[in-house]
């Protein structure tokens, strides 16, 4: 999926934008289940999980076409390993993440100040034992890998496997999937059952940067690039390549 015809400038923005309304949406889903409709702790993961991977859908269809939708450092270091992105774009998106990740979080606490009475901002205390670390680093893989071979396949369904991926995730993993380094930070500036705590957050995002750079070197390995798809595409005008295939057929 090409992004060439947008400018630098839309990509950060799509980026910014899709990053602050994913921990926007994840947070807000929490403070809903929590905070106004009294849920148990199990009912409240649900919430986030449903709204989490409705919300990544929609965010990857129409944000993909910009930016490609990254909206998770760990993403786009892992492309930068497989040679999907250059280093130059890695560093001008992961600044845009971590921004937008803290705009959502902010929003988020906006939202529920008139409703319930909750902080815009608060340092969460949630804590998060150190056995769920192992889970950020092996979900972050699989949410990853998903994404390499799904882009390897030009396949359409991207959005939909990262939302399945997450949502399932956050039912399914003692982390509960956070797989997201910008969205571990913004975590940490609420005191909702979505927060967690300024030092598991920093070990989260070390697990889930490692997670994304382990799947990369795995893909590169796997499936790298040129791919076959792209040997298989003739340049602008060059009918060679197709002769030479038909030719063995």
Do not use: C
Not at 97 to 112: S, W
Not at 149 to 162: K, M, N, Y
Not at 192 to 220: C, E
């Amino acid at each position: 999926m090409s992004t060439e015809q947008f400018t630098t400038r839309q990509k950060l923005i799509a980026e910014a934008f899709g990053s602050a309304t994913l921990v926007f949406v994840l947070v807000s889903s929490g403070l809903l289940a929590d905070g106004m409709l009294q849920a148990t702790p199990s009912i409240g993961v649900l919430f986030i999980g449903l709204a989490t991977a409705g919300w990544l859908f929609v965010i990857v269809q129409i944000l993909a076409p910009i930016s490609g939708a990254h909206v998770n450092p760990a993403v786009t270091i892992a492309l930068v390993v497989t040679g999907d992105v250059d280093g130059k774009t890695a560093r001008q998106y992961i600044p845009a993440q971590f921004l937008g990740g803290v705009i959502g979080v902010g929003l988020a606490g906006l939202t529920f100040v008139s409703t319930i009475g909750w902080e815009v901002f608060a340092i969460s205390a949630v804590e998060r034992p150190a056995s769920t670390w192992l889970a950020e680093f092996v979900g972050t893989i699989v949410l990853v890998s998903a994404v390499i071979s799904l882009l390897r396949q030009e396949s359409d369904w991207i959005g939909l496997a990262v939302g399945f991926t997450v949502g399932m995730g956050i039912i399914a993993t003692s982390s509960t999937a956070f797989l997201n380094p910008q969205v571990a930070f913004a975590r940490i500036f609420t005191s909702g059952i979505a927060g967690i705590q300024p030092f598991d957050a920093v070990m989260f995002m070390f697990a889930s940067t490692l997670g994304g750079i382990a799947a990369g070197l795995l893909w590169r390995y796997l499936w790298p690039r040129p791919t076959p798809i792209d040997r298989l595409k003739p340049e602008p005008g060059d009918d060679s390549l197709l002769d030479e295939v038909a030719t063995e057929t």
